[in-house]
């Protein structure tokens, strides 16, 4: 079993900045890829990104490539999503996500993610 937990949600004004991060503990983190899914009021649960264990390679959605970075630090057992240039658009609860097949979770296939945060809601103010 893992277990993980958003930190780092808040208020913030558009164009402004955000950093958001996932503690994991249970099981080894460091064989998980890991990534970041979003949910907005009345939407379904989107892909936002992901990353793989060695820190080798990293997908983003196409609505925040060049504006969100997702990093991660094995030895911490944590991964962040570092968000800049804020819109209003990126508001939704950000869920962090555990799975051990890199493939499968870079592809935003939800069903198929093996742990979820509980998530962390992320208010953007234009």
């Known amino acids: 079993q893992v277990q993980l937990v958003e930190s780092g949600g808040g208020l913030v004004q558009a164009g402004g900045s955000l950093r958001l991060s996932c503690a994991a503990s249970g099981r080894t983190f460091s064989t998980y890829a890991m990534g970041w899914f979003r949910q907005a009021p009345g939407k379904e649960r989107e892909f936002v990104a992901a990353i793989n264990w060695r820190a080798s390679s990293t997908r983003y959605a196409d609505s925040v490539k060049g504006r969100f970075t997702i990093s991660r630090d094995n030895a911490k057992n944590t991964v962040s999503l570092q968000m800049n240039s804020l819109k209003f658009e990126d508001t939704a609860v950000y869920y962090c996500?555990?799975?051990?097949?890199?493939?499968?979770?870079?592809?935003?296939?939800?069903?198929?993610?093996?742990?979820w945060g509980k998530g962390t809601l992320v208010t953007v103010s234009s």
């Open positions: 996500a555990a799975d051990l097949n890199y493939l499968e979770l870079r592809a935003g296939v939800r069903a198929e993610v093996d742990y």
